[in-house]
């Protein structure tokens, strides 16, 4: 089996937007972002008595070796209003993750091996978007962690600011964490990178919960690889005028503990976060214009 995805199925500064439509080409109006309580989920905006096409969300959630907790996941992840697709990513797992997600009702593909969890995401959004209808809107892409149980349905305030236009990204904040064993650093590095290249200060800038529209998603890609993809994807998609929100979400996940596990996870996190921040940084000096000498 080759590294690439394999089909393994079965039966992918914040402020109003312009009244007016931009001129072709023209960059976006960069607005700045700004946490949001959770918005009560409503019906979708189609029905036969609009016309209008009824807008769907896709689940996309990248696991290794989470045979234990990947069933409740995907199960909770089904009742999410809108959702009518969850797929799992198994990123080259050493137990069952696969079986399990796929009999718990997920479509699932298969890396043959460990890519991280950026090419994870990237295959996903692929696959959804071979799945998407030609005659419909591209789905809202939900990508949430492999680890959530069933706390995974509580990802859906998540949706409606996505869902209604008022954002293009929105990031869940969690509430603190039983058993985790972090002091900030990381999570400290990569907010003050974040507000430095956009302006923007996130609360919890590493969330990997996040809702985007298929259009957002393509905007970030190529993502960040390792763990700075989230804020690889923050900073690209800011700078670019998209809007993003916070939204508080009660969800449980397991925690990187202060045993060297948890500390050896949290230099590879920090490691991450400085490459995708100096990328970065590096992009912004190589785009900047030149004076005349």
Known sequence: MTGEAEDRTEGRPVGDRPAQEQE?????????????????LEAPTTTA???RTRQRVAVVIPAKDESRRIAATVRSARAIPHVDLVLVVD???????????????AVVVRHSHN???AAAMETGAAVVAMRDAPDRPPRLLLFIDGDLGDTAVNTAPLVPPVLEG?????????????????????VGAARRAIQALTGWTP????????????????????????WGVETGMTIDLLRKGFVAVEVPCDLRHRPSGSDLRGQMHRAA??????????????RSIGAAPRKKG
């Not at 064993?181 to 990381?186: K, Y």
């Not at 996190?269 to 590096?282: G, M, N, S």
């Open 269 to 282: 996190q920090y490691r991450d976060v400085q490459l995708a921040v100096a990328a970065r940084r590096l």
């Open 166 to 186: 008022t954002a293009d990204v929105s990031i869940a904040l969690l509430p603190p964490q039983p058993g985790a064993g972090g002091r900030g650093i990381v």
């Open 203 to 226: 609360t919890q800038p590493l969330s990997g919960m996040r809702c985007l529209t298929r259009e957002a998603f393509e905007a970030a890609t190529p993502l960040a690889r390792g």
């Open 115 to 117: 890519r991280g969890k």
């Open 49 to 51: 008595r609009t016309g």
């Open 91 to 105: 990123d080259g797992s050493e137990d069952n993750t696969q079986h399990v997600a796929r009999e718990a009702g």
């Open 24 to 40: 072709p080409g023209a960059p976006r109006k960069p607005r700045r972002s700004q946490p949001q309580q959770p918005a009560p």
